[in-house]
């Protein structure tokens, strides 16, 4: 049983197969300096909350190779529910699961925010985001002119 | 001093950001956020200016976004905005050089560049792409490549630029290569010498791609290798790659005409997989995986005694069609196959196989006894199946999980009466599917003691007739009302057929199922929808 502290003070403890989910945990164990409590700084109570969750979910999944191809629908679904988040969130799990390396929810988060930039135009982009043009209306241009090549 | 043509419309609200301004109608109509972009230094002092700045900012406050004040992507890592990017059509990515500063030279970093023309949405001449890829690799940023990916309509005039490609990609340590080069003027392309040897790839994907049969191959990191539509390669060919793969853990062949041994004593080579070839003999001793797809015009002999799962999909393709000679090679052929691979934990048999084994059942020749514990059956469920499946699953006697894959309808074996088919024949015309698993009920009981887990994939299937349905819950009946370990029932219906499915998702099928009487008391049945 491994127990994690988030950064407000929140703790929640795991089965060690679970723990080792996350690589950085993993890589503590293994290197023999994890404590009965892990500190996770940089990481929010709320969202740890949520990292564990995924974890546990696929967790699971790994154990029977034989349930494995009726849970994959299972897993799919639930992960399609699992990132409809708010932005907010969903960045801040994204640097949680970079911070905690856990490969395969980073790789389902980045394709979530993959899927919101597929297609649409850099203004659309930048509302959806709140991204802000520093670029100046001629440096705009200039970039245009830069790139033009790829789409012509 | 200021233009005094201001129109309403949003579209003219950019200014220039040297304070000049320049006649409205050349300004380019997609500068909508220009009220975000504050004209770095000079703001002007103008009263109208700021009236107008005030309305923009007005503007956007109806709009759901614009309460929220961070930018909390532009906060990522380098690394992980790349690897967003890396999701994207190249075409994407190169857009965002627009978003702002921070994103204007993050698609230079992208290390996995695929290309083809379909993500080109204007262009999709092949010459188009063919520039496109130049000069992409030419303003790229030096930076580790780790796939390489061209499906190209290739053209003799393109050999130049395709050497060069690759010898930018091998240059910054590429690990996967995927040529995909159909020739379509002139022969196809040549594989240059210098990627006979290379110590960074770790999967590599040929199709259309021609090589010096003789060569010799060092492939030190490829675990990985997949050749397609290559006439030259010959075993000798086959076995010198072999040889250059230390670590080779997975081949596949497609159309590969001239190869027809495989033999090698490889310890990595785990999964091989054989589509549309005429290989004749495979002796590996690790292989585990083993898959025959497509047409094949010989009879094989297989040695692989470490083989867990294999997939029989092929079809032999009778040279002299009709006579019944060809038929019996065909039924000794799947006999043999069944014999070998008779140990393997997953079995997994296409259409055309089992309809071999219904005409083997239809004379009385029972296929082999297999132990496998995953059954799957790739069929068509027709009346030419359906003695093949209950053969096969009658000689199934340790089998767990039993998934039937109802695909297209493919033509049945062609049974011509004057061939001496005239018994079969009558017997196929008159064959009804509920009728026939009841009568096969008792000889299939023993097999399904051990069944825990049933699925069927409705995966499009192209007949829409009651025939089908009945058939199936027929043998459904049987199945539910002998499987005493039972656990569950997966129905999967593809969410796109409505037309051409057995609609096995309606409440009529539902409640039938629930209405036969369950060997296992706890059996579920579940329905999914992918």
Redesign the interface.
Known sequence: MITLRSSDGETFDLDEVVAVELQTIKNMMEDGCAESVIPVPNVEGKILAKVIEYCKKHVKSTAKA?EH??SD?DLKAWDSDFIKLD??TL?DL??AA?YLDIKSL?DLL??T??NM???????E?????????????????E??R??Q???? | MEDGSHSGGSDSD?????GSYSDRTHR?R?????G??S??GSSSDDDSFDRRSVRRRYNYSH?P?SY??????????DL?LI???S??????A????????R??FLWKMVPILAFSPYDHH??RRPS?LV??ID??LLLRERSPINKFSVQLDYRREFRSAVDVWLYVATGNNVEEIYLDLEPICGGPYTLPKNLYTNSSLVKLTLRDCSMNPNAVFSWPSLKTLSISYNGELNDKSIASILSGCPVLESLELRKCLDVSRLNTMSASLKKLTIKSCDVMQISAPKVESLTILGFTEKTMSLDLPSLLHATLNFELRIVKKGSKDSYQNSGRLMTYLLETVNGVEELKIGTWCIQVLSVLEMENLTCPTTTC??LILNTSFTRWDLPGIANLLRNSVSV??L?LTMTRGRKEILLRKKDGFKKLNQFYEKLDGKKYWNSQEGALVNSLQGLK?L?IIDDNLYNTYDWYKECLLGLLQVILKNARMLE?V?I?TNKSSNYGSLRLNTMEVAQTLLSFPKASPSAVILY?K?
């Open positions: 034989e191809a009726l629908a932005q907010a960045f994204i640097m970079n980073l980045c394709q925010v993959a930039i597929k297609g649409k135009s850099p203004e982009i930048r509302q959806i985001f709140n991204i802000k043009n520093d670029f100046t209306p001629e440096e705009e241009q970039i245009r830069e790139n090549w790829a789409f012509q | 950019s200014i220039d950001s040297d380019d997609s500068y909508r956020d220009g975000r972009s004209s770095s709009r976004n929220r004040e961070d930018d909390r992507i532009s906060d990522l890592p992980i690897q967003i990017l999701l994207l059509p190249l075409t994407d190169i857009s965002t050089a627009r978003l702002s500063k994103w204007r204007s262009n188009a520039s496109f000069k992409f514990k995953r767990e999980t998934v887990t699925k569950k997966v999967c999914y992918s």
